[in-house]
C-alpha cells in the first residue's frame, strides 16, 4: 500500500514496517496491540529513540540513502525531441554526422571538462573515505572534476594543528594530503581538478589556508547545505576517544563524550556510537560577499558555491549572491538523498525536490538577464537523484543556456562500491550463473573462472593506456560508468537532436507530458512548450507548403 509515494507498511530506511498491510498514513496499523512480533516507526522509536531518526545504523559507512517518495515531477515528465534534418556544431557531412563525433566537453567554472559531470561533495562520511580511490582516481580517468567535501580534515585522527588562536588551526593532514594525490596521480593535468570544499568548522580550522599554501589546491567550494538535509553534516564515530578528539577540535558530539555518565554508559556497552554534528552556520549577504573576495585573494582560480534545495526565497539569495560575488560555478542540490546519515524525515519531506528547483534556479537567471543583459554568469550545476544520460539531456536542456554540468554523488558512489566488491568476488572465485547471466556473459562458462578482463569492459583499454599502472576496480566501475555508458549514451543523445556539442542544446530540445510539468514551467516562463503545443506553427507552415 502507498500513500503519497511511499510504501507505508514497510519503512526500509530506518528498517521498520507494520504487522499489517492497510497501515494508516501515520504508519501506524489500524488496530495496534501489545504483543505485536515486529518493530513499526513509532514501537522502534520506543527501544532506540534517536537512532530512527536515520537510516539503519547497521549499514552506516557502507551504503547510501535516498527517499522513496514520489514528489510527482520529475525528468520523466519531460520528453526529448528528435531531428532527422541538417545538423548543427560539425559539418553536414554524412560521414562525419555520426554519434561518436560529438563533443560532451564542457566547462565547470574555468576548468576543461571531458564530460559535463562534477563529483558533488563528498567528505568526511565513511561512505566516502572507503571509496575515495575509485571515486578519486575514477573521475581522473574520466577527465572530470571532484569534490572533496567538509570536515576532512578535522575528522582526520593524525591531523596536526596549531593553537596559537581562538579555534585550532590545521597544519598538516594525512587524509587531506591522500584525497589530493589519489585524483593527481591518473588525472592529465588539462581535464578535471580537484575542488576542496568548506564549512563553518572548516572555516574555523582554516582549511582554505592550508590546501592552497601546501597543497596547491586551486579550486575552493563555500558550502550552504545540501539536499538531503538543512542542518549540518553528521557521522557516527565508533569510539569514545574518537568523539572526544572531535569534540575538542569544536565539533558538537552527541551525547557529550566529556559527560562522566555518559562515559560510564559507553564502558557498560550502553551507547552503540556518538554522533558528530555541523554547525548551521550565520551569514549575511556582506560576509558571503567579502568570503568570495578573500578566496580569491588566496589565489583562487575557480570560486564556487553549493547549496542545498532551501526555500523559494533563500535560493533566490544565493543565486543573486553567486552573480553580484562572480562566482565561477554554482551546485543547487534537490532533495532528497545523501551518504547515509541524513535524517530520514528531512530526505522524504523537505527541501525543493529536483526538477522544481532546476525550473526556480533557471528563473531566477532569466530574470537577472532579461534585467541585467551584461550580468556574468556562473556555470550551474544540478544535482539530486540523476544518475542517467536522459535525465542529464534533460536537465542541461531545461537549463540552457546556464546549467552546463550535472553533479552526482550516490551514482558515482555505487558504481564504485560495486567495481571493488565485484574485484572481491573474482578474486575469491565466487561469482554465480546469476551474475554471469546478468553481464551478459556466456551462461557455458565456470562462473568461479570469471575474470577481470571479462566482467569490466573497459578493464583491457585501461590497462593497456596505463601500462604497468595499478588501477583500482572501483576505479574502473567509475571511469566506465562515466566514460563508457553516460558518456556514449549522452552522444547518441545528442546525435538524436541533430547537435553535436552541449552547449547547442537548448529548451526547445524537450517538451512537457505533464500537467505538474506544464504548470511547473508556465510559473516560472521558462518557454518549454508542450508535447502537443510544440512546432504547431512550423507543422502548420510543412503542411500548407506541399504540393499535393
Not at 10 to 19: D, P, V, Y
Not at 66 to 76: A, I
Not at 104 to 124: D, F, R
Not at 378 to 386: C, K, Q, V, Y
Request: hydrophobic share 35%; net charge negative.
Amino acid at each position: 500500500m502507498t500513500k503519497f509515494g511511499i510504501v507505508t507498511n514497510r519503512n526500509s530506511m530506518i528498517g521498520a514496517w507494520t504487522r499489517v498491510e492497510d497501515a494508516c498514513e501515520s504508519g501506524l496499523c489500524p488496530i495496534c496491540v501489545a504483543d505485536c512480533p515486529v518493530f513499526c516507526e513509532v514501537s522502534k522509536s520506543a527501544l532506540r529513540g534517536r537512532e530512527v531518526l536515520y537510516p539503519s545504523r547497521e549499514y552506516y559507512g557502507d551504503s547510501t540513502a535516498g527517499t522513496p517518495k514520489d514528489f510527482g515531477l520529475g525528468y520523466r515528465d519531460f520528453q526529448i525531441q528528435f531531428e532527422v534534418r541538417g545538423a548543427q556544431g560539425i559539418e553536414e557531412d554524412m560521414d562525419k554526422v555520426i554519434f561518436p563525433n560529438v563533443d560532451i566537453s564542457t566547462k565547470w567554472g574555468n576548468i576543461e571538462q571531458k564530460l559535463p559531470i562534477v563529483i558533488a561533495g563528498l567528505g568526511s562520511t565513511y561512505v566516502a573515505k572507503r571509496n575515495w580511490d575509485g571515486l578519486a582516481m575514477g573521475s581522473a580517468l574520466s577527465g572530470v572534476s571532484i569534490t572533496v567535501g567538509e570536515n576532512v580534515c578535522g575528522m582526520d585522527s593524525n591531523a596536526k594543528f596549531s593553537n596559537h588562536s581562538k579555534y585550532p588551526k590545521v597544519i598538516d593532514t594525512e587524509d587531506m594530503k591522500y584525497r589530493v594525490n589519489a585524483f593527481r596521480e591518473f588525472c592529465d593535468g588539462k581535464h578535471g581538478d580537484i575542488i576542496v570544499q568548506k564549512n563553518v568548522e572548516d572555516t574555523r580550522l582554516g582549511v582554505f589556508d592550508y590546501v592552497t599554501s601546501k597543497l596547491d589546491i586551486e579550486s575552493l567550494e563555500i558550502k550552504f547545505g545540501q539536499g538531503a538535509k538543512a542542518i549540518g553534516g553528521e557521522v557516527r564515530l565508533s569510539t569514545l576517544e574518537r568523539a572526544q578528539l572531535l569534540q575538542s577540535r569544536g565539533y558538537l558530539v552527541l551525547p557529550d563524550p566529556s559527560d562522566p555518565v555518559v562515559i560510564e554508559q559507553w564502558k557498560a556497552g550502553l551507547i552503540p556510537d556518538f554522533e558528530r554534528h555541523s554547525r548551521v552556520g550565520i551569514s549575511t549577504t556582506e560576509e558571503v560577499l567579502e568570503e568570495i573576495d578573500q578566496i580569491r585573494e588566496m589565489g583562487a582560480k575557480n570560486v564556487f558555491i553549493k547549496t542545498g534545495a532551501y526555500r523559494p526565497a533563500s535560493t533566490a539569495w544565493i543565486i543573486r549572491l553567486g552573480v553580484e560575488g562572480k562566482v565561477d560555478g554554482m551546485t543547487f542540490d534537490g532533495a532528497g538523498g545523501g551518504t547515509g546519515m541524513s535524517p530520514v524525515s528531512m530526505m522524504n519531506e523537505g527541501s525543493i525536490p529536483t526538477v522544481y528547483l532546476e525550473a526556480l534556479v533557471v528563473g531566477c537567471l532569466d530574470i537577472i538577464k532579461h534585467r541585467t543583459p551584461s550580468a556574468r554568469f556562473p556555470s550551474i550545476a544540478i544535482a539530486g537523484g540523476i544518475s542517467n544520460e536522459t535525465q542529464m539531456f534533460k536537465a542541461l536542456a531545461m537549463g540552457a543556456p546556464y546549467v552546463n554540468c550535472i553533479a552526482m554523488a550516490r551514482a558515482p558512489i555505487t558504481a564504485a562500491m560495486k567495481g571493488k566488491y565485484m574485484g572481491e568476488v573474482i578474486e575469491n572465485g565466487v561469482a554465480t550463473p546469476a551474475m554471469l547471466k546478468s553481464l551478459g556473459l556466456s551462461r557455458d562458462k565456470d562462473p568461479s573462472n570469471l575474470t577481470i578482463a571479462e566482467a569490466f569492459s573497459e578493464y583491457d583499454t585501461l590497462k593497456r593506456a596505463y601500462e604497468g599502472r595499478d588501477i583500482p576496480l572501483s576505479a574502473v566501475g567509475v571511469y566506465s560508468y562515466f566514460s563508457s555508458k553516460l558518456g556514449t549514451g549522452l552522444k547518441q543523445l545528442l546525435a538524436g537532436v541533430r547537435k553535436f556539442r552541449t552547449d547547442l542544446i537548448c529548451r526547445e530540445d524537450i517538451a512537457t507530458i505533464s500537467k505538474r510539468a506544464i504548470t511547473v514551467c508556465d510559473k516560472w516562463n521558462l518557454g518549454i512548450a508542450t508535447q502537443e503545443d510544440l512546432d504547431r506553427e512550423k507543422v502548420k507552415n510543412e503542411i500548407y507548403s506541399g504540393h499535393y
